[in-house]
């Protein structure tokens, strides 16, 4: 029989998800089990680890996001490099942690973004949106046996949305509690604010991309410290929020912008990190304190947008937080005492690893694709339809 | 039920197939109808129609193509707007014959080579075999609602493969004839030859790219007559073959490489042209002259490549010629002198226009992928293992 037809038939499916965010540090992957129990999803997490990227690797993937650098060979190169380093990673998942190849069923694969670009430019007269994600579907599926579904932002895009956010459902999937009103944070390189009304009507899911989280952060302690990241905020801890400065970067027309909104590394990456080291420089700025500000940045923006922007803010009684970030204990310090008195929690209290939920998003997305399901909502992104996201490779 | 399941199912399918070749001028579109009896298939073609290109898009794609030219954002846009580009013609295809868009179950699209590729490059110390096709399929599905299959040389090439030649197995789908073997020649910017030694074996299919057909008569005509094409090979008559010349052209490796091979305007492309023109300099020729030196590089590889590469020629009773090099007359005269006394008649004794061949392949490459079907024939392109081709974008 065809594979396709058992594969959008089979009940319980064995996905692995994999993402590689904008920090370009490495790819996260995960193992879900995947079923529907009467018409509810049941979203089981079986294994979860990051594999990083060799520092050339790294350092190739920043090259090509820095939206001055035109280089379409290297680009097309590490399309496929990519490609077969998220299938040898896949494979080495199944492995780790005791699985079969046979028994896995599909690959969800965000890619690498180079450029997000949710606004139109113009080509030849018409404003088009045109993203780029890097790491072929089709690599990863003739390399894995496995088939794959990926580049899931295009069609969103294509039905005028600006292709992100797109976790929101995948939130409402794994968090939503019908009669809890809650909101989900995602503290990735950007953050993104999901509202979960606490109904059974995906509709009512909203969300949008806040701003930075640990985008600027990382970018700093790595310019400044030659550390990748500030590992539990402590040299947030160490600085004192420069005020000028703050007052300065929320400048940005960003963060009053309404949703539908999402953002990247064209407006948080190296021109506003270039503005930082400006300011610093004229105004003699110690470093731990331009790492502090850039953290305050990031929760102000996300309390402030939270506040500003969500109307059904007065119900939520829970905010949950996943992404790299959580481990910052600045931001959750700072994030608890701004969302007071609004319960703060990780995912982790739902039995989901808050480093893993982006890569479980895009297993949740390959498994609505092969059932032939939407995966946009139109009020978050902006699209004019509802559109079955992403490209199915066949293993 | 979903909508995929019902479309594998399927028995009768109404497939649209898209293909803009090197020459860059605009679209094949073609409308089949694909089903299988007993085993085999049956190709009925209803409708074709070239929808040319606007000048700047034309322009835009040389750019791109030309492989000094770095511009990913280009790119990247000129990659949506061909989508969408590819998406209005399919449905002006639909009603220019009378059709309507519910009836159509699938497009198969191959897109815009920017990049062919075949030889792998270096990319952070791996060998990696990277191409470009642009108009993205999940542009297409979103635009048209249909269901699009594209960018389906990539499986081949993460198989190992060319990703090229594939349209042997369409030609031994169109025109094979058990106990007769035939050669297929497509004369396109490139010429392919596909050997159907008359067998219903698909793995006795052989076939590579001979060489450049029309692809240096183009670029001279243009440069020199500002003629997009050498309209029945009028200036190939009007000049006379430069021996010197020629001799000095068909000493290009590619010509003596044995298969699997395969070529594209990267070699055949500006830097070939510009040597060309240097010679014309250099030992003063005349323009026509040129045209008809470049015609008969064309036809005398071919007849090489057939009568050196070829094992099974003792029997091959007739030459089928397909792609818009058919209307040259230069090319026709000469190959049925080359290839005397075999017969030489073009793809219409089958019943299909030989303009339309090629989009009729990727009408056909959907259907199989669909199917889950493979679609490379491993020793025409190279590849370890044969793949379902192309990604799936659901309308």
Avoid at 106 to 131: N, Y
Avoid at 156 to 165: C, F, I, L, R, W
Avoid at 269 to 295: C, N, P, Q, W
Wanted: aromatic share 8%.
């Amino acid at each position: 029989m065809n594979k396709l037809i058992l594969l959008i038939k089979k009940k319980r499916l064995k996905i692995i998800g994999l993402l590689s965010g904008t920090s370009a540090d490495g790819v996260d992957a995960c193992l879900a089990e995947i079923m529907e129990i009467k018409g509810r999803m049941r979203i089981r997490q079986l294994a979860f680890k990051t594999y990083p990227f060799s520092e050339d690797v790294g350092n190739l993937i920043f090259k090509l996001s820095d939206p001055t650098y035109q280089n379409l060979d290297e680009l097309l190169r590490l399309d496929v490099v990519l490609g077969k380093f998220f299938a040898r990673k896949a494979v080495k998942l199944i492995k780790d942690f005791g699985y079969e190849k046979k028994e896995i069923d599909l690959i969800g694969s965000h890619g690498q973004t180079i450029r997000h670009l949710p606004r139109p430019f113009l080509c030849l007269g018409q404003k088009v949106k045109a993203p780029c994600h890097i790491g072929d579907p089709s690599v990863i599926a003739g390399t894995t046996g496995i088939t794959t579904v990926g580049d899931v932002r295009r069609a969103d895009m294509a039905s005028g949305g600006e292709g992100a956010p797109l976790s929101p459902l995948a939130h409402f999937m794994l968090f939503n509690s019908p009669g809890t009103p809650q909101v989900v944070l995602n503290l990735g390189g950007i953050a993104n604010l999901t509202i979960l009304p606490g109904t059974e009507i995906i509709d009512d899911v909203w969300g949008f991309d806040t701003g930075p989280a640990n985008m600027i952060v990382d970018s700093l302690t790595k310019k400044y410290f030659g550390k990748k990241f500030d590992r539990d905020g402590r040299i947030a801890f160490s600085g004192k929020v420069n005020l000028r400065l703050l007052t300065f970067l929320k400048k940005d027309g960003y963060f009053k912008r309404k949703p539908p909104k999402s953002t990247g590394r064209e407006r948080f990456g190296k021109g506003f990190l270039k503005k930082i080291a400006e300011y610093k420089k004229m105004h003699r700025l110690k470093s731990e304190d331009l790492v502090t500000t850039v953290s305050e940045l990031s929760v102000q923006t996300i309390g402030e947008s939270f506040f500003g922007l969500v109307k059904t803010k007065k119900q939520i009684q829970r905010l949950i937080l996943a992404g790299g970030g959580v481990h910052n204990q600045y931001f959750t310090l700072r994030l608890k005492e701004l969302f007071s008195p609004i319960e703060v929690v990780t995912s982790e209290s739902f039995g989901y690893n808050p480093d893993s939920i982006e890569a479980l998003t895009f297993a949740l997305f390959a498994y609505l694709t092969i059932k032939g399901r939407t995966g946009n909502i139109k009020k978050v992104t902006g699209a004019k339809k509802e559109a079955v996201l992403g490209k199915i490779c066949l293993g």
